[in-house]
């Protein structure tokens, strides 16, 4: 299963704010046991996309440099079940970005509809330690999720 | 503010960074053995100080990391040297050594970091204004 729970970008704004889309077809494989005769978008997914845009927002604001890890969720709260055939935004606000590690406040709307809202923290991987284990290699920002923002034609741009 | 007033509001700050009650919550209760915390909630625990008093909390001025870094100078046969015990007085003056002195096992060390801990360093820096 590839594991990318965003479709593209529609906003980014550097260190600041990013919005995505995501389209959950009838298709995908997981609907056929959540659940059958009733196609609801399990909640920890949705919030895998909130860390996936809030992940990259985190991540391009020090040129993927650091490896940005999800580390907490304090707290996520949902108010109704997302549907398949559903198109879904995920909006990450950056709350702060420290040496250590950064938090968004993250919100799942459909259209106009607040359907969920969480906090997310990320750590950033102790440099040494990381450059021991994983080598050079920047294994979170690799492949397709750096990928994203190009694909959705999202240069970074700072805010005026 | 009163150093109740700091204490509640820190009270608070805990309340939501760990996800535990508020009557969990005791001047004494220490951060990791009673309230639950790991090392992640460190960073969110700054993050929510910085925004509820107005501060800055420079990275390891509350909570120092690797202290020690495994120097035989500072630590010898799991407890902390004489030496050791000085560093700590200036890394962290905000915190009460009396009790820890008298048995300075560095495994003990996480048990420093208590709620009073963090409103004597909330209320230094407010009163230092910085």
Redesign the interface.
């Known amino acids: 299963m590839r594991w990318i729970w965003i479709d593209r970008f529609v906003e980014f704004r550097r260190a600041e704010r990013a919005v995505a889309v995501k389209q959950w077809s009838l298709a995908e494989d997981l609907f056929a046991c959540h659940f059958p005769g009733y196609p609801i978008v399990p909640a920890c997914l949705l919030l895998e996309g909130l860390a996936q845009t809030g992940g990259i927002l985190v991540g391009e604001a020090n040129d993927f440099r650091e490896k940005v890890v999800l ?2 969720i ?2 996520a709260k949902f108010q109704r079940e997302v549907m398949a055939g559903e198109e879904i935004s995920l909006q990450a606000d950056v ?2 970005i ?4 950064a ?1 968004i406040q993250g919100r799942v709307c459909c259209g106009d509809e607040l359907i969920g809202e969480a906090e997310i ?1 990320f ?1 950033h991987l102790d440099q040494s330690r990381s450059q021991q284990i994983f080598g050079d290699r920047n294994f979170v920002f690799s492949g397709e999720l750096k990928n994203l923002l190009q694909q959705s034609n999202m240069a970074p741009a700072t805010s005026p | 503010m009163t150093q109740e007033e700091i204490y509640k509001k820190v009270a608070n700050t805990l309340v939501e960074a760990l996800n535990v009650d508020e009557e969990e919550i005791q001047r004494g209760s220490r951060l990791q053995a009673d309230l639950g915390a790991e090392s992640i909630d460190f960073l969110d625990i700054v993050f929510r100080l910085e925004r509820e008093f107005g501060i800055k909390i420079p990275r390891g001025e509350l909570f120092p990391e690797s202290i020690f870094q495994g120097d035989p100078d500072m630590v010898q046969n799991g407890k902390v040297t004489t030496k050791g015990l000085s560093e700590l007085r200036q890394r962290m003056p905000y915190a009460d050594l009396k009790r820890f002195e008298s048995n300075p096992d560095v495994a003990a060390i996480s048990d420093l970091f208590t709620v009073e801990l963090i409103t004597k360093y909330v209320e230094g820096k407010l009163r230092s204004g910085n």
């Open positions: 580390a907490k304090a707290r709350l702060y420290r040496q250590e590690g938090a923290t750590a």
